[in-house]
């Protein structure tokens, strides 16, 4: 009974111990997912932004 109690201890702090690890690389996984679209969203509208933001500086200052 004990040897079995044993067996399973250590099969359940081996599988605790070996999910760390993959949920690191998931996160580490998402947040490059997200750097990458906070890029692309920049890298597409920025330039369309500035452009507004000039135009409606320029209507203020009018």
Sequence with gaps: MQH???KLTIAFRN???S???ASLVEYALLVSLIA???IASV???GQ???YQQSEIASA???
């Design 4 to 6: 079995t109690i044993l």
């Design 15 to 17: 599988r605790i111990q």
């Design 19 to 21: 999910d760390r690890g």
């Design 36 to 38: 990458v679209v906070c």
């Design 43 to 45: 890298t597409m509208f």
């Design 48 to 50: 369309a932004i500035s």
């Design 60 to 62: 203020i200052d009018n």
